[in-house]
């Protein structure tokens, strides 16, 4: 879920919104999972109460997806299951609300790499940096995968796509004039860049429980855009 899908339900007097819940997906029904029995009634949504929506007394302006479970309002397992529980951030909502503080300090996106802002944004305002960031060169990999792979039929990954990629001698993707020292030094740095992200910040932020804080991640965050820009223009 984006910020553009924000179903809004009802707008009230008080300046208040109803928006659709994400737990229930709207329905006001407990959502089905792979534990329930074929003959169990539904029952009323617990994020919700039934109701279908949830109301949030701020300017919908304020209001973003929530970036732990991508809008959906669902709590999820390590392995990509639904665990029968509502996000432990949002409560089942599938939404946040960002304070004026919060609003003001994120400037910096317009100067990021939009692929960059579209899996990084929501997750940063749910406070979630690692995520943030872990998704960010994740985007970056997942990109390189797909250009290698149309270029060559090769299915490589990680440090491999990067050195395939930006190979000296036969590079797909050549960002200077290699016949020159200057041209082949930007390239070989370029190639160190990439796979140092990849071995030193994405890896280990997807196989170890690593907290970052705020500033921490803008920093990466650029890095990664950096990145981005060199392999897809905008």
């Known amino acids: 879920m984006t910020e553009d899908d924000l179903e809004i339900r009802k707008e009230f007097n ?24 074929d003959n169990l009634a539904p029952f009323p949504c617990s994020a919700c109460k039934g109701k279908g929506f949830n109301v949030f007394p701020t300017s919908k302006d304020n209001l973003v ?17 639904f665990t029968g529980e509502t996000c432990t951030v949002c409560r089942g ?5 960002l304070d004026k503080k919060q609003i003001r300090g994120e400037s910096f996106w317009s100067l ?12 940063f305002r749910s406070r979630h940096y690692a995520d943030a960031v872990e998704a960010a060169l994740k985007e970056i990999n997942t990109t390189l995968k797909q ?11 990680g440090v ?5 990629a930006f190979s000296l001698q036969n590079p797909i993707i050549r960002l200077a004039d290699l016949s020159t020292e200057t041209g082949r030094n930007i390239q070989k740095g370029y190639l160190q860049i990439f796979s140092g992200s990849i071995v030193g910040i994405r890896n280990p932020k997807a196989h170890e429980n690593i907290a970052i ?4 991640a803008i920093h990466f965050l650029f890095l990664a855009s950096l990145l981005m820009s060199k392999i897809v223009h905008r």
Not at 93 to 97: F, K, L, N, W
Not at 115 to 123: D, E, G, L, W
Not at 213 to 216: P, S
Request: proline share 4%; charged share 25%; hydrophobic share 30%.
């Open 147 to 157: 250009i290698v792979r149309d270029q060559t039929g090769q299915d490589l990954d």
């Open 160 to 164: 491999a796509a990067v050195q395939r």
């Open 14 to 37: 008080d300046g208040s919104f109803a928006v659709k819940c994400g737990f229930c997906d709207g329905s006001g029904q407990f959502p089905a999972t792979d534990f329930d029995e």
């Open 65 to 81: 997806p929530c970036g732990l479970c991508e809008g959906t309002g669902k709590g999820w397992s390590e392995d990509g299951y």
């Open 112 to 123: 990021l790499h939009p692929r960059i802002t579209s899996v990084a944004r929501a997750r």
């Open 213 to 216: 804080d705020r500033k921490q």
């Open 93 to 97: 909502t599938g939404v946040i609300q």
